[in-house]
């Protein structure tokens, strides 16, 4: 596998703005740098010919000899920033020579160092994103794979941060310019590009990926993206989010290890809303992040080692993780809590440091 990746990233040209990892810094787009940069040049031209125009009786024609006229002043000006200089309009008093030497050179050089610079430039960033990206791949083990950065993939996002995510541990995939773009403001290094292509999922390391989080809008897109990446990552841990029942068992075959049907579970919570309105409002609570309720698992710890799931009083279990089987809370099998075990709990909501950063920003 290891061959195969090396072999493909070779395949790859380093300058392609598709396999490249976008990394949350300001960018650049370089058709509007290269624009501005001639405009720049434009206004030191034009600069250069006013200057000469006022002081055109300093001036001699030799080819002429009839005076320097705008146009004159203007071509005189066009050879000397780009360093033609064919010396057929010289100035000739020593006041114009001294605004050449002290002036115009100057303004030859910003001309130059503009366009020059515009290149060199461009080749440094895109060498300087290769560098990037090699290094971030380098780093990247254990990560998370958030593959459709839409509604659902936002939320997925805000949920793994508030439950204690590095940010740099995911890692957003999705065709879409603007959702790559919202993702990288959020501090998330983000891919563009169709998440079924194997070499793009190369790139995103989704071979070292610890979970893939897949929030697509067509069932068959997820289908084909969880076998691409069950093929790549036959151990990472892969939740998917289906629209349709009947696509959910296609879903599961794929190698999805959790599937969410968003469609259903939108219409089940509405249900609630109208037949039950406090369920409903619990069950949104319980969703929601950092607010109110909120559920998480978590290792039981030493002090709850011998003790019933009742006993523990700051939280409500509602499950237990025993040898990798799930046992609900009303489950006589439970007995004692094991050390090793996994409890599912209901508590009140801790606010996050990520969140309490983004309120402290929000007042400065």
Same mark, same amino acid.
């Given at each position: 596998?290891?061959?195969?990746?090396? /072999?493909?990233?070779?395949?790859?040209?380093?300058?392609? $703005?598709?396999?490249?990892?976008?990394?949350?810094?300001?960018? @650049?787009?370089?058709?509007?740098?290269?624009?501005?940069?001639?405009?720049?040049?434009? +206004?030191?031209?034009?600069?250069?010919?006013?200057?000469?125009?006022?002081?055109?009786?300093?001036?001699?024609?030799?080819?002429?000899?009839?005076? #320097?006229?705008?146009?004159?002043?203007?071509?005189?000006?066009?050879?000397?920033?780009?360093?033609?200089?064919?010396?057929?309009?010289? &100035?000739?008093?020593?006041?114009?020579?001294?605004?050449?030497?002290? +002036?115009?050179? &100057?303004?030859?050089?910003?001309?130059?160092?503009?366009l020059v610079g515009t290149t060199l430039e461009m080749l440094?960033?895109?060498?300087?994103?290769?560098?990037l990206d090699s290094a971030w791949r380098k780093r990247m083990?254990?990560? @998370?794979?958030?593959?459709?950065?839409?509604?659902?993939?936002?939320?997925?996002?805000? @949920?793994?941060?508030?439950?204690?995510?590095? #940010?740099?541990?995911?890692?957003?995939?999705?065709?879409?310019?603007?959702? *790559?773009?919202?993702?990288?403001?959020?501090?998330?290094?983000?891919?563009?590009?169709?998440?079924?292509?194997?070499?793009?999922?190369?790139?995103a390391e989704i071979s070292k990926a610890r979970e893939v989080?897949?929030?697509?809008?067509?069932?068959?897109?997820?289908?084909?993206?969880?076998?691409? !990446?069950? $093929?790549?990552?036959?151990?990472?841990?892969?939740?998917?989010?289906?629209?349709?029942? /009947?696509?959910? &068992?296609?879903?599961?075959?794929?190698?999805?290890?959790?599937?969410? %049907?968003?469609?259903?579970? *939108?219409?089940?919570?509405?249900?609630?809303?109208?037949?039950?309105?406090? *369920?409903? %409002? !619990?069950?949104?609570?319980?969703?929601?992040?950092?607010?109110?309720? /909120?559920?998480? $698992?978590?290792?039981?710890?030493?002090?709850?080692?011998?003790?019933? &799931?009742?006993?523990?009083?700051? /939280?409500?279990?509602?499950?237990? +993780?025993?040898?990798?089987?799930?046992?609900?809370?009303?489950?006589?099998?439970?007995?004692?809590?094991?050390?090793?075990?996994? +409890?599912?709990?209901?508590?009140?909501? !801790?606010?996050?440091?990520?969140?309490? $950063?983004?309120?402290?920003?929000?007042?400065?």
């Open positions: 596998m290891a061959a195969e990746s090396t /072999e493909s990233s070779s395949r790859l040209n380093i300058f392609d $703005q598709t396999a490249l990892v976008k990394l949350p810094f300001k960018t @650049t787009k370089p058709f509007h740098e290269l624009v501005k940069r001639l405009v720049w040049s434009a +206004i030191l031209l034009l600069a250069s010919t006013v200057i000469v125009w006022i002081d055109r009786d300093s001036y001699v024609d030799s080819t002429a000899g009839d005076g #320097v006229s705008l146009i004159d002043a203007f071509y005189y000006s066009t050879v000397t920033v780009t360093t033609t200089g064919y010396g057929d309009i010289t &100035p000739v008093a020593p006041h114009a020579r001294l605004i050449n030497a002290f +002036i115009i050179t &100057p303004l030859r050089i910003t001309f130059l160092v503009l440094a960033n895109e060498g300087r994103r290769g560098m083990r254990n990560h @998370t794979v958030v593959i459709g950065y839409g509604t659902k993939g936002r939320s997925a996002v805000n @949920t793994l941060r508030n439950h204690d995510v590095p #940010v740099d541990k995911i890692v957003v995939i999705d065709n879409r310019p603007s959702a *790559v773009a919202e993702a990288n403001r959020s501090g998330l290094a983000a891919f563009e590009g169709d998440a079924t292509r194997r070499d793009l999922l190369r790139r989080v897949i929030t697509l809008n067509r069932d068959d897109s997820a289908i084909l993206t969880t076998l691409t !990446v069950r $093929q790549l990552n036959p151990r990472c841990h892969i939740v998917v989010s289906g629209r349709e029942d /009947e696509n959910l &068992p296609l879903l599961r075959e794929s190698g999805a290890d959790a599937v969410v %049907t968003s469609a259903d579970a *939108v219409g089940r919570l509405l249900g609630l809303s109208s037949v039950n309105p406090h *369920v409903g %409002t !619990v069950v949104d609570d319980l969703l929601s992040s950092s607010k109110g309720m /909120e559920v998480v $698992q978590r290792m039981v710890s030493k002090t709850e080692v011998g003790a019933h &799931p009742a006993d523990i009083q700051s /939280e409500r279990v509602l499950a237990v +993780i025993r040898n990798d089987v799930q046992r609900n809370f009303y489950d006589p099998s439970i007995g004692r809590l094991q050390a090793g075990d996994v +409890i599912v709990v209901v508590r009140k909501a !801790v606010p996050r440091a990520t969140e309490t $950063q983004t309120e402290s920003d929000l007042v400065r």
